[in-house]
């Protein structure tokens, strides 16, 4: 999957080393199947009327974010997530999931991303369907503004996790799930004995086509110039694998097929000549970009734009905490996303248990009268 989430504007996306080989047009990825289903729509939330001030604010709605809030309603911290407007993160765009734990027969993105928002709400979670607009962490409480609204809140859990490139190509678009991914971990037990390409030169291509060789019959690598921009370990294992067959100086410029992939139209980019070639599968692997420019005045990012963490969940900041891909861009599961989740939502619990505590330490040893504040 692991968690690009639709539905937040403005937010920034970098690519990494390595990994540009396309436009900068964003979407999510997620394990899919070769069916794609009705998208379900997410499960009512609680009313918005109840204030905008939070104990714990969470911006995402992914299975970080959702996972955040479901700890943090257990334990009576009153959640507020800002779900974007186009709520629910990159399983919204999946059908079967297969690789999460408890669904030995699989279940519907959609089905999995509903439960995990109605469980939330059924704690008591507030659940606003809006798109974080300006974020400012200067003092506490922290404010979000999101949907010309601003929210206050005593901690934060950022989840608004990363989001793939793809090649920006229509008939791309309408097959992706059905043929088409960005996940080879994802979705590689799918194209068993099935012939496949990855488009890219960097080392996420690389990897995607080695851990295709499990299950494809052959890899075609398709890289648009004449050398890859992996490492020169991952070069050589790719080029030395008998699976994989490399294209250079190639170009995707149409995926072929109705109901699901069936070729690929390819351009030579010296010549500008094209031609079909009858294909089963299509993994894009030219980078991913985290969602994360609205924090980018407030937050440390990496050379490839994800925020750092320091330590555990922490941010930079005290009471600032993040979860899932917007840190993560080693694993992208639902699984670990949903673990650092949980991890954020008790670390947040702690975080503002240690300030409770303080706080009234520094009341009882103050004068009668007097002021306390520990912001």
Same mark, same amino acid.
């Given at each position: 999957?692991?968690?690009?989430?639709?539905?937040?504007?403005?937010?920034?996306?970098?690519?990494?080393?390595?990994?540009?080989?396309?436009?900068?047009?964003?979407?999510?990825?997620?394990?899919?199947?070769?069916?794609?289903?009705?998208?379900?729509?997410?499960?009512?939330?609680?009313?918005?009327?109840?204030?905008?001030?939070?104990?714990?604010?969470?911006? $995402?709605? @992914?299975?970080?974010? =959702?996972?955040? &809030?479901?700890?943090?309603?257990?334990?009576?911290? !009153?959640? %507020?997530? /800002?779900?974007?407007?186009?709520?629910?993160?990159?399983?919204?765009?999946?059908?079967?999931?297969?690789?999460?734990?408890?669904?030995?027969?699989?279940?519907?993105?959609?089905?999995?991303?509903?439960?995990?928002?109605?469980?939330?709400?059924?704690?008591?979670?507030?659940?606003?369907?809006?798109?974080?607009?300006?974020?400012?962490?200067?003092?506490?409480?922290?404010?979000?503004?999101?949907?010309?609204?601003?929210?206050?809140?005593?901690?934060?859990?950022?989840?608004?996790?990363?989001?793939?490139?793809?090649?920006?190509?229509?008939?791309?678009?309408?097959?992706?799930?059905?043929?088409?991914?960005?996940?080879?971990?994802?979705?590689?037990?799918?194209?068993?004995?099935?012939?496949?390409?990855?488009? $890219?030169? @960097?080392?996420?291509? =690389?990897?995607? &086509?080695?851990?295709?060789?499990?299950?494809?019959? !052959?890899? %075609?690598? /398709?890289?648009?110039?004449?050398?890859?921009?992996?490492?020169?370990?991952?070069?050589?294992?790719?080029?030395?694998?008998?699976?994989?067959?490399?294209?250079?100086?190639?170009?995707?410029?149409?995926?072929?097929?109705?109901?699901?992939?069936?070729?690929?139209?390819?351009?030579?980019?010296?010549?500008?000549?094209?031609?079909?070639?009858?294909?089963?599968?299509?993994?894009?692997?030219?980078?991913?970009?985290?969602?994360?420019?609205?924090?980018?005045?407030?937050?440390?990012?990496?050379?490839?734009?994800?925020?750092?963490?320091?330590?555990?969940?922490?941010?930079?900041?005290?009471?600032?905490?993040?979860?899932?891909?917007?840190?993560?861009?080693?694993?992208?599961?639902?699984?670990?996303?949903?673990?650092?989740?949980?991890?954020?939502?008790?670390?947040?619990?702690?975080?503002?248990?240690?300030?409770?505590? !303080?706080?009234?330490?520094?009341?009882?040893?103050?004068?009668?009268?007097?002021?306390?504040?520990?912001?």
């Amino acid at each position: 999957m692991d968690e690009q989430q639709p539905g937040f504007k403005g937010l920034n996306m970098i690519d990494g080393p390595g990994d540009a080989e396309a436009t900068t047009t964003m979407a999510p990825i997620a394990p899919m199947a070769m069916e794609q289903p009705e998208a379900a729509p997410p499960t009512t939330s609680a009313s918005s009327d109840s204030g905008t001030h939070a104990r714990v604010l969470i911006i $995402g709605s @992914g299975p970080a974010g =959702l996972t955040a &809030a479901i700890y943090a309603a257990r334990a009576d911290l !009153e959640p %507020v997530v /800002i779900a974007g407007f186009i709520p629910g993160g990159q399983l919204m765009i999946t059908s079967d999931v297969e690789n999460y734990p408890g669904f030995p027969d699989g279940i519907q993105g959609p089905e999995l991303m509903a439960a995990m928002r109605a469980q939330a709400v059924r704690f008591g979670t507030r659940i606003h369907d809006l798109d974080i607009e300006s974020v400012d962490f200067s003092s506490r409480p922290f404010k979000v503004t999101a949907g010309g609204t601003t929210f206050t809140a005593d901690a934060v859990i950022v989840a608004t996790g990363a989001s793939a490139i793809w090649l920006e190509l229509e008939n791309e678009t309408r097959l992706r799930g059905r043929g088409v991914s960005a996940c080879a971990t994802c979705d590689g037990f799918f194209f068993r004995d099935k012939k496949v390409a990855v488009v $890219g030169g @960097g080392d996420s291509a =690389l990897e995607e &086509a080695l851990f295709l060789t499990k299950f494809a019959s !052959e890899v %075609v690598l /398709i890289h648009r110039r004449d050398e890859f921009r992996g490492s020169r370990i991952m070069r050589r294992r790719a080029e030395k694998h008998p699976k994989i067959s490399i294209q250079w100086n190639s170009q995707v410029v149409d995926v072929l097929g109705q109901e699901k992939i069936e070729g690929l139209r390819i351009k030579d980019t010296q010549t500008g000549v094209e031609r079909e070639e009858p294909m089963e599968g299509l993994f894009v692997a030219i980078g991913h970009k985290p969602n994360t420019d609205v924090f980018k005045d407030w937050l440390e990012t990496d050379k490839k734009g994800y925020l750092v963490v320091t330590d555990h969940t922490l941010s930079g900041i005290e009471g600032v905490f993040l979860a899932g891909d917007v840190h993560d861009h080693r694993y992208r599961q639902a699984v670990t996303a949903a673990g650092d989740g949980c991890k954020a939502a008790i670390d947040a619990e702690r975080w503002l248990e240690a300030q409770a505590a !303080e706080a009234g330490e520094q009341a009882a040893a103050a004068p009668a009268g007097e002021a306390v504040s520990v912001a």
